[in-house]
């Protein structure tokens, strides 16, 4: 048992379901048949498209970026190393309805801490928050943590249970799922925090259910209708930001037509070789950073794909969008909203849009560095944003404190 287990994982009195400590451990014989497939797995032929220098990827991945991961994931990477982290925080598994969920979680043993919903997109999982829950950890014991903090494997992705195999299942689903677990928790009353796919359920979160008393994102995804076009009101930064969104959506797009429309087909083919899902999965965070995240997280993210054999299971999520997003998904107009917005994140509102679109926008922070994973790559800032907005609506939890008995519920 590590110190943050003793310090941050003493269950509060609410939780109203037992629930089991998740110790993360995948069999010697699935990690040593990884590392044959990796080794036996070949590298396809120099092409025009895929000889450009590694940080040149308009063509997607290079073949000089995949020959040097293949060497360091064969020579360099430990998943026992990343097996090790994971199990540092108090990690657990519950049933909500029939599927069991495996959340992180950092419970505060303050009376008036407030419950934070962390959630997760593709093609991350919990693991793109840990830099997150290590600063918080450095800075806080249970007694000064004025959080929750709960960070749930969503259904399909690595160490969670997949999806259903005899009917559809989508962000609505998820959503239900996630507020299900909350309530579990003996947490009726909740802040929904999400990037990507995280964000959007978030979304769902804050339009369907009481319980999510405030929504704080790093992605918007409104009706395309509704979307101001006026762009004389914009500064020339969000001019470039959007300029720059466009662009990805005019070129970027490839990967989620596939994964959207022949979900089956990319995920058997990706299923039969590590080096072609590291691949498609390695493009993402190099396309997708403002600074590429170390190697050693993009391999670690990949193979807990790969040793939970989830990829495939994970692609329900850009079924759904495809489906139900495509015109927007309902957000509260009413309850706090927060946004974060990362310069490089994939899609933006600017401002004077976000504020005609949201008559509830309480907080808009526009960040100097940061893209689509802010979790990794801008850890401290994402925090501060988060801890900011739980100060400022704080009052919403009032009539929840003073329901358990709390006298005081702010901070």
């Given at each position: 048992?590590?110190?943050?287990?003793?310090?941050?994982?003493?269950?509060?009195?609410?939780?109203?379901?037992?629930?089991?400590?998740?110790?993360i451990y995948i069999d010697r014989d699935v990690v040593d048949r990884f590392q044959v497939l990796v080794d036996a797995a070949p590298i396809g032929p120099e092409t025009y498209e895929n000889k450009?220098?590694?940080?040149?990827?308009?063509?997607?991945?290079?073949?000089?970026?995949?020959?040097?991961?293949?060497?360091?994931?064969?020579?360099?990477?430990?998943?026992?190393?990343?097996?090790?982290?994971?199990?540092?925080?108090?990690?657990?598994?519950?049933?909500?309805?029939?599927?069991?969920?495996?959340?992180?979680?950092?419970?505060?043993?303050?009376?008036?801490?407030?419950?934070?919903?962390?959630?997760?997109?593709?093609?991350?999982?919990?693991?793109?928050?840990?830099?997150?829950?290590?600063?918080?950890?450095?800075?806080?014991?249970?007694?000064?943590?004025?959080?929750?903090?709960?960070?749930?494997?969503?259904?399909?992705?690595?160490?969670?249970?997949?999806?259903?195999?005899?009917?559809?299942?989508?962000?609505?689903?998820?959503?239900?799922?996630?507020?299900?677990?909350?309530?579990?928790?003996?947490?009726?009353?909740?802040?929904?925090?999400?990037?990507?796919?995280?964000?959007?359920?978030?979304?769902?979160?804050?339009?369907?259910?009481?319980?999510?008393?405030?929504?704080?994102?790093?992605?918007?995804?409104?009706n395309p209708s509704e979307l101001p076009t006026d762009e004389e009101e914009l500064s020339a930064r969000e001019t470039q930001h959007l300029a720059r969104a466009r662009a990805w959506r005019a070129?970027?797009?490839?990967?989620?037509?596939?994964?959207?429309?022949?979900?089956?087909?990319?995920?058997?083919?990706?299923?039969?070789?590590?080096?072609?899902?590291?691949?498609?999965?390695?493009?993402?965070?190099?396309?997708?950073?403002?600074?590429?995240?170390?190697?050693?997280?993009?391999?670690?993210?990949?193979?807990?794909?790969?040793?939970?054999?989830?990829?495939?299971?994970?692609?329900?999520?850009?079924?759904?969008?495809?489906?139900?997003?495509?015109?927007?998904?309902?957000?509260?107009?009413?309850?706090?909203?927060?946004?974060?917005?990362?310069?490089?994140?994939?899609?933006?509102?600017?401002?004077?849009?976000?504020?005609?679109?949201?008559?509830?926008?309480?907080?808009?922070?526009?960040?100097?560095?940061?893209?689509?994973?802010?979790?990794?790559?801008?850890?401290?800032?994402?925090?501060?944003?988060?801890?900011?907005?739980?100060?400022?609506?704080?009052?919403?939890?009032?009539?929840?404190?003073?329901?358990?008995?709390?006298?005081?519920?702010?901070?």
């Amino acid at each position: 048992m590590t110190a943050a287990h003793i310090e941050f994982g003493e269950i509060p009195s609410c939780v109203r379901v037992k629930l089991d400590t998740a110790f993360i451990y995948i069999d010697r014989d699935v990690v040593d048949r990884f590392q044959v497939l990796v080794d036996a797995a070949p590298i396809g032929p120099e092409t025009y498209e895929n000889k450009s220098p590694p940080s040149d990827i308009n063509f997607g991945i290079t073949q000089s970026w995949l020959e040097n991961a293949k060497r360091v994931w064969l020579e360099e990477y430990d998943w026992r190393r990343h097996e090790a982290r994971l199990n540092t925080f108090p990690n657990f598994k519950t049933k909500v309805g029939d599927m069991e969920i495996f959340f992180s979680a950092l419970f505060s043993t303050r009376p008036d801490a407030i419950p934070v919903l962390l959630l997760h997109g593709w093609p991350g999982s919990v693991m793109e928050f840990l830099p997150m829950l290590e600063l918080i950890i450095d800075r806080y014991n249970s007694s000064t943590l004025p959080i929750h903090l709960i960070v749930p494997a969503l259904p399909g992705y690595p160490f969670s249970n997949k999806p259903p195999l005899d009917k559809d299942f989508g962000l609505h689903d998820a959503a239900s799922l996630m507020d299900g677990l909350m309530r579990t928790l003996g947490f009726d009353a909740y802040i929904a925090h999400g990037g990507d796919v995280g964000s959007m359920i978030a979304m769902i979160l804050s339009a369907t259910y009481d319980s999510c008393r405030a929504l704080h994102v790093t992605y918007l995804a409104p009706n395309p209708s509704e979307l101001p076009t006026d762009e004389e009101e914009l500064s020339a930064r969000e001019t470039q930001h959007l300029a720059r969104a466009r662009a990805w959506r005019a070129s970027g797009m490839g990967y989620a037509l596939e994964q959207s429309t022949r979900p089956a087909t990319i995920g058997l083919a990706l299923s039969s070789s590590p080096l072609a899902l590291l691949a498609w999965i390695g493009e993402k965070f190099v396309e997708w950073s403002d600074e590429t995240p170390p190697l050693e997280e993009i391999l670690g993210i990949t193979t807990s794909y790969w040793l939970t054999r989830t990829y495939p299971s994970t692609l329900w999520s850009y079924r759904s969008i495809a489906k139900e997003g495509v015109q927007g998904l309902p957000t509260s107009r009413e309850k706090p909203l927060g946004y974060s917005l990362f310069p490089r994140e994939l899609g933006v509102v600017p401002r004077p849009w976000a504020e005609k679109l949201y008559p509830n926008l309480i907080s808009y922070v526009v960040h100097e560095k940061g893209s689509h994973f802010p979790g990794l790559e801008q850890p401290e800032a994402l925090l501060q944003d988060i801890l900011s907005f739980v100060e400022k609506v704080s009052p919403n939890f009032e009539s929840y404190f003073g329901s358990r008995g709390i006298l005081n519920g702010t901070h």
